[in-house]
Nanobody, 129 residues
């Protein structure tokens, strides 16, 4: 049984917005974030939070910084990815993952977890031009 469940994917025109949600457990001092795989391409890190008892630390890939926002609702155990100004190149299967830190190295978001991880089943995002 999947522990993480994504929702919110869909089809949208370029310039539009979508919000992805991921519900499930994610412990403190872990990373909780989003990855994507476009057809014919490698897995890519999109955005992650390093979960703290205080303020979480966000990390973004350069391709989405300024357009996407990652956040979480602690009481609801839900992670969100607000995606604005979507482009056709954002088309991919988006996965939610909770994984051991580090989330990034030298300030660059990792494209895949370095340690143990839990994954959702993925949700498709399609952006048409």
């Amino acid at each position: 049984q999947d522990q993480l469940k994504e929702s919110g994917g869909g089809s949208v025109q370029a310039g539009g917005s979508l919000t992805l949600s991921c519900s499930g457990p994610a412990p403190i001092n872990f990373c909780w974030g989003w990855f994507r795989r476009a057809p014919g391409k490698e897995l890519e890190g999109v955005a992650s939070l390093f979960l703290r008892t205080g303020t979480d630390t966000p990390y973004y890939s350069s391709s989405v910084k300024g357009r996407f926002t990652i956040s979480r609702d602690i009481p609801k155990n839900t992670l969100y990815l607000q995606m604005n100004a979507l482009k056709p190149e954002d088309t991919a299967l988006y996965y939610c993952a909770a994984y051991q830190s580090p989330c990034a190295r030298n300030g660059e978001l990792l494209d895949r977890p370095a340690g143990s991880s839990e994954w959702g089943q993925g949700t498709q995002v399609t952006v048409s031009s």
